[in-house]
């Protein structure tokens, strides 16, 4: 009999055979990924954030790094959401088999609408995400996630316009996380993303400037991990809606320290653009933890802070 450890996640009624999955923006739509593994191994796959019309994003240079991390401001650059659904997710849907969420963000809440309906029904996406927490934007983005009142008005508007679950991504620059998680519940969410990025600020001494040219970037990498942990922990807390987990994680151990927080599965940021294989790597190492750690299954661990 097989007494490997179970890696399976119930997410807002989708089975995912593992907790890990690469986050939006990290990954694009898998193509600069797909010769390095079968892509069809991840629990899921989130695509970047498509917002309505395209966009170039911020000028250069817009991302740097950092100790224990890295800083990006790129303002949201995608190819719109025509192009999303004729050439992203069909060419995606050729390398990769299993469950698509779909990342969204507008900058009104009739926008995150009219995008949540365009992409109800498409195959093999099982959930959106909604991007209410961007650092780099003027309209809307992390100012939306940080206001209770408009991430539930935003809550509401895309569970009108779509069958799918969704989940909504918060931005950790808030006084009171708890706060906006449950006005989110309140507005019809299944489940919560976060954290984001943290509105950071890298300065060139020489040149007496920032070095990334909107000023302010997001910091993320391992340097937010405990942050991420204790965000994570507040909003599962706060809500009776699954979370997702992310922030910093670039191992199995990770992992496991954010299911025990309360995630019910996690992302991986940051560690895909150090090493493309982290998300193989952590899904190949996690058993092996559990075994070494007398864990049988994700569900006995989560939520035990
Ligand atoms: C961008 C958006 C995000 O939500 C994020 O976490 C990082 C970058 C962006 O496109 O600027």
Redesign the pocket.
Known sequence: MDMRPDMKVDLAGTELHNPVMPAS?TFGYGQEYKDYFDLSILGALVTK?VTWEPRY?NPLPRIAECSQGMM??????NPGIEHYLEEDLPMLREIYYGPVISNISGSSPEEYGRLARAIDGQEQVVALEV?I????VKDGGAAFGADPEISRRITEEVKKNTSLPVFMKLTPNVTDIASIARACEEGGADGISLI??FKALKIDLKARKPVTAMKYA?LSGPAIKPIALRMVNEAFHAVDIPVIGIGGISNADDVLEMIMAGATAVQVGSANLVDPWTCPDIIKELPKRMEELGIESLDEIRGVI
């Not at 990006?72 to 650059?77: A, D, F, W």
């Not at 927490?133 to 780099?136: A, G, H, Y």
Request: hydrophobic share 10%.
């Open positions: 923006g954030s994003g990006n401001s790129i303002g949201l650059q991007n927490s961007c650092p780099n984001n990025n997001g």
